[in-house]
């Protein structure tokens, strides 16, 4: 391993500045949303970086960019390495921007120490990573087949513009083929989005792959009923259901180690403070990284929807809106990752993303892993996010030595 | 007692199906909403059907309205008996027009047998009880003191027009002086509004007096995070407090006889499928009849919210936003509806009403007494509100016969 190249830190990280100036928000924060003008502005500081460094920029039909530091060996397929730089509507500067500009990073290090690689390495922007107006991970998603492109062209933002003509409108809509199986491998660095680096006290976390998730809307139906006159033996209060729904999330949730359940939106009918209320629709969202632990929260859910509609005497419905199983990164590539962290002695831990990610649909198509560097308690999605210039330097010389180790080798994975 | 006389049923379910053809809705209901186009037809036919009887019909300042069938002795303060013409915006028949019809009913049947009493008996007809625009009960709260006429005045609609623009547009502000002091005693007919008298098999209730309640906004304040990356050991989620906060007011409700506890409105914050709340603002609704149980209900509702808070690590707001003590009605007045029922053979409960009246207020000023009758599975404030012909007479026999015992005595209650 080439363990004696460093990336510039104070390079990466003023780099990071002056992309989060784009869009910046009075909060400190960053708004630059998915094909938005902002978003245009990005690229276009994105390209002309990479124009600088003579790397060739082509832009696929649906805006993700791919720009190339050519390999030493012909016929070889490159390296991806890369994130998104669109953001929260009130985002903060590191999740996704830190991804692709340490994938800069790294290869400008390249540049600078004259190092060759036998495949060539590309950095990817990946289109609408967000979902603040489309569709989350749309680029992927079409870039791996798992969505048609006429279909996400279709999409509208909430305007009413479609996402091709706001593709045609920014000038990102290109030629480069939609087909990942030119690429041999892809890496993410990223912010965790979560605590546990951060109390675990670790660097680096060595994302072992994607937590399943399953999604439901649960809608509960009891009698709407006068608060004072309805003794409560006779009432069928569709909240005190979802109340108790809730709390049973969470003991499933609790009772898979490493599950996770979550109520994110609760919503009684016809919400007066004297009505009890008749209807309750709810959000209910089960992760787990193990798919057999995942069907057996889903299983223990159902069981008690059922059972507390009956206890309460309310009609229930469950319905399974998004069903996602957990996607394992590819072992050897987790390996690169870890090996890295070790050689270069950060403090590290295996990690399942929590969140969702490019790597997701990527991992379903192409040998993928991801690196994970910690954030200020665990903050993303909003304007305060944080992180420090160490650890994003840590994590770009991880995501350096991994993506070197795999672009020099001339195998398939 | 004079239980020889009988009130004419048909008549008054004529007058009722009569009243309620004015904003009929298309589901069997009634809109009219206080001081709206359709109140002032409403209150037109009450006038004519007043004067038709020779009835002196006067309007307060406020717009509430009291028809007088003259008493047989000089000087005699008048029994008051109605209740209110208007609606929820979409409401029932029986709500209200009710107890002024079965005090139309009452006279018109005295008058048909020339049955003279001692004191003058009044219907009142009560401005905007229901408050589905201003202020619920406003009429009664300002013709007893409780309200200055001028700050009712001010009240708005949510178009911005003042009560009394509305008053004066309808043609009903009038000039009898707002003076509770004038009136012997007041009886109000009901219908339930709650399931207890069907569900026990009786046709009349006796009220022995309003439930005493209070209200509470609570503000839950935890940590806003991610939902997927999140450990459930580490997260502030304000929604699981507020579950277990409603579930604990349904137990203490349920823990002191007679009790009830109610959360209409619940609303977490930022509301999205994968992002643990970090807010949640709710309405607590806690009643009881015993002002000394519902005082012990609202101390162990807060160390409920109190140690929620900390168990799961959140901030807490109790506001205390509307507090009513209960009211108990007069007890003699409440021994003539009592004696009433049984001397006509009605099957009879003593109940405690629930929901608010105007005899609410007018029981802080005057003597005053409630008769409910049963309304189809406890249903009101919807346009599927029902009541049987033979409940409705039976009511109105009950009004008539108490009505007529409080006219007939000279003496004060």
């Known amino acids: 391993m080439t363990t004696n190249v460093r990336v ?3 390079r990466l990280w003023s780099s990071l500045m002056e992309m989060a100036a784009i869009g910046a928000t009075p909060k400190g924060g960053v708004r630059r949303i998915g094909l938005s003008e902002e978003d245009q502005q990005g690229r276009n500081l994105f390209r002309r970086w990479c124009a600088a460094r003579g790397y060739a920029v082509r832009v696929d039909p649906l805006g993700n960019m791919f720009a190339r530091r050519p390999g030493a060996e012909s016929g070889l397929k490159p390296v991806l390495v890369g994130s998104h730089l669109d953001s929260q509507p009130t985002g903060g500067k590191f999740d996704g921007a830190f991804g692709v500009l340490a994938a800069l990073e790294a290869m400008r290090t390249l540049d600078d120490l004259g190092v060759a690689t036998r495949r060539p390495i590309e950095i990817v922007n990946w289109t609408n990573e967000e979902g603040a107006v489309f569709r989350p991970m749309v680029g992927s998603e079409v870039f791996t087949g798992a969505m048609p492109l006429e279909s996400a062209y279709e999409l509208r933002e909430p305007s009413g513009e479609t996402m091709k003509a706001r593709l045609e409108a920014i000038g990102y809509k290109g030629e480069r083929p939609l087909d990942p199986n030119d690429v041999h491998c892809y890496f993410e660095a990223h912010i965790e989005q979560g605590p546990i680096l951060e109390l675990e006290r670790k660097t680096i976390g060595v994302v ?11 809608t509960l139906t009891g009698v709407e009923a006068h608060a004072g006159p309805t003794p409560m033996r006779v009432r069928r209060d569709a909240l005190m259901g979802a109340a108790e729904v809730a709390l049973a999330v ?22 007066s403070p004297n009505v009890i209320p008749g209807l309750v629709e709810m959000t209910v969202d089960l992760r787990h990284e ?15 929807v059922a059972a507390v509609a009956q206890e309460n005497k309310l009609a229930s419905e469950v319905d399974l809106t998004v069903e996602s199983p957990p996607i394992p990164f590819h072992p050897r590539l987790v390996g690169f990752v870890r090996d890295a962290a070790e050689a270069l002695g950060f403090s590290h831990l295996d990690i399942v993303s929590g969140a969702g990610h490019d790597a997701f649909h ?6 993928t892993a991801m690196i994970f560097i910690p954030c200020e308690n665990g903050v993303s999605h909003n304007e305060s996010e944080n992180a420090t210039q160490a650890d994003c330097e840590a994590g770009c010389n991880v995501l350096l030595q991994a993506a070197l180790r795999a672009a020099n080798e001339a195998s398939d994975l």
Chains 1, 2 share one sequence.
């Open 362 to 367: 990527m991992a379903r198509r192409v040998p």
């Open 8 to 10: 510039n830190a104070g």
């Open 290 to 304: 193990n798919g057999a632990e995942l069907l057996r929260m889903d299983a223990a859910f159902r069981g008690v």
């Open 208 to 218: 072992t792959g994607g937590i399943g998730l399953m999604w439901y809307k649960v």
């Open 250 to 271: 969470r003991e499933i949730a609790r009772a898979h180690e490493g599950g996770r359940g979550t109520v994110g939106c609760l919503t009684p009918y016809p919400a």
